[in-house]
């Protein structure tokens, strides 16, 4: 989980981030939710899935996200 981690600490922070990798994150993320290997935490999944990054983050680092629109 440590690649998806920094990825999500590339696009929560995009200024700080070097030239092409943000675009490199966002499609990495991409490719683990495309992934059946990887057997992704359905709460993770659904952040992942909903582009909901700072969530997602939030919650790998063991925080309870605030509840969102979709009621998750």
């Known amino acids: ?39 992704l935490h359905p709460r993770l999944r659904h952040f992942l899935e909903n582009r909901s990054y700072e969530k997602a983050l939030l919650w790998l680092d063991d925080g309870v996200p605030e509840k969102g629109v979709c009621g998750t």
């Open 1 to 39: 989980m440590e690649d998806v981690k920094s990825c999500l600490l590339v696009i929560t922070k995009p200024g700080s981030a070097q030239p092409g990798e943000l675009v490199a994150s966002l499609g990495r993320l991409d490719e683990v939710l495309k992934d059946p290997k990887l057997q």
